[in-house]
């Protein structure tokens, strides 16, 4: 079947459709949130869906094209003066050659034929559309003449309904007076363009505003980005830097690269929370094994024997040192060590400080050996 399309008048206003959605006289009317969807299903001739409700209407015309239907449509609703003395002077010719008669009272009937048709009533203005563009309040009825050679209806120029006008007549023959008293016809007038305009104004006023705001979050959103990235790129070379020290001092030998670590660590903080981070990272499933890796990834035997925890027998103390608030908190921080306490960790660092003497003595003798 081939497709096309058709301009209906509905309660409130005008549209463009499918043919294929008319039924009678009833229209299914899609249930889309947005013109955009409506006028992609109305171009395609989409098949409507069961679920559409459907709304009274009345065909103004039915074209070949979505194209010419859409030019039809606006052309409908600029319209403004639809009853033009086009089709008055059509009436009067087509009542003249039914009478044929040249006396002067059947004139005066034609003259008031023809100034019938001028007082018939508008219908009222339909109702604003609430998706597509709607007639304007003061738009009239239209009426569409059929092309002889298509069968295609097309939009053209709109005569009064025939069923007004007979019972009209109708009326008048049965009334003694021969003439109707004659009306001035309200004109409605469409300013289209300047309502268009209007719109079109304020749309493209709150497009700007929107657009603004919309410049003004990216300009922040960049501003953060590029701070963000910076602040990236100064911790890499933070953590770089933090890294070399690692690498390059540990684990500390003498006593003087131990009290050299203790015032970077004082000093500087950043170094403190890398030293945390970077020792919690270290493997192990049990509080003293995890400790006991630390401690020899930091110190070497032979700096550990000069120390215990509480600076007992002779030996300088460790729990006031920086570096065993660093093994404190790393030990407690690692994801393996779910629920290990302070006293734990103190323990093991107590245990592995009273051996530390003799693990270097012990490694002495073996080197020896080896030489």
């Known amino acids: 079947m081939e497709s096309s399309w058709s301009v209906v008048l509905f309660d409130d206003g005008l549209q463009l459709v499918t043919s294929n959605w008319i039924h009678g006289d009833m229209c299914y009317w899609p249930t889309f949130t947005s013109n955009a969807r409506y006028e992609k ?6 098949t409507p869906s069961k679920d559409w409700p459907e709304y009274n209407m009345r065909v103004l015309g039915t074209y070949s094209s979505y194209e010419i239907g859409r030019r039809k449509l606006v052309l409908a609703e600029d319209q403004s003066d639809l009853n033009t003395d086009t089709e008055l002077s059509k009436e009067v010719r087509r009542q003249k050659k039914k009478k044929k008669t040249s006396s002067s009272s059947e004139e005066e009937s034609e003259a008031s034929d023809a100034t019938d048709e001028r007082i ?46 007979r019972a009209l007549r109708e009326l008048q023959s049965q009334t003694p007076t021969t003439s109707v008293s004659r009306c001035s016809t309200p004109q409605y ?38 701070s963000s990235s910076k602040t990236e790129a100064d911790d890499d070379h933070i953590n770089n830097d933090f890294e070399e020290i690692i690498k390059n001092q540990f684990p500390l030998q003498l006593e003087a690269d131990l009290q050299n670590m203790e015032r970077q660590l004082t000093e500087n903080p950043d170094l403190k929370k890398f030293m945390v981070s970077y020792c919690s990272s270290f493997g192990g499933h049990k509080v003293d094994e995890v400790t006991k890796i630390i401690l020899k990834k930091l110190l070497s035997n032979k700096l550990a024997g000069n120390y215990s925890w509480l600076g007992a027998k002779k030996k300088m103390s460790f729990s006031g040192l920086q570096i065993a608030e660093v093994i404190l908190s790393a030990v407690k921080r690692n994801k393996s060590l779910v629920g290990a306490t302070e006293k734990d960790v103190i323990d093991s660092i107590k245990n592995w400080l009273r051996h530390a003497a003799a693990r270097y003595s012990n490694q002495c003798k073996k080197n020896q050996n080896q030489e």
Request: charged letters at 30%; aromatic letters at 4%; proline letters at 4%.
């Open 41 to 46: 299903a109305v171009k395609n001739c989409e």
């Open 120 to 165: 018939l009533e508008y219908p009222q203005p339909p109702k604003r559309s609430r998706q597509l563009q709607a007639v304007k309040d003061n738009s009239q009825d239209i009426v569409l003449e059929n092309q002889s050679s298509s069968g295609i209806q097309k939009l053209d120029q709109i005569e009064a309904p025939v069923s007004s006008l």
């Open 189 to 226: 007038t469409v300013n289209a363009d300047e309502d268009f305009k209007s719109k079109l104004f304020k749309e493209l006023s709150f497009i700007k505003v929107h657009l603004i705001k919309v410049s003004q979050r990216l300009s922040a959103l960049e501003e953060n980005l590029n």
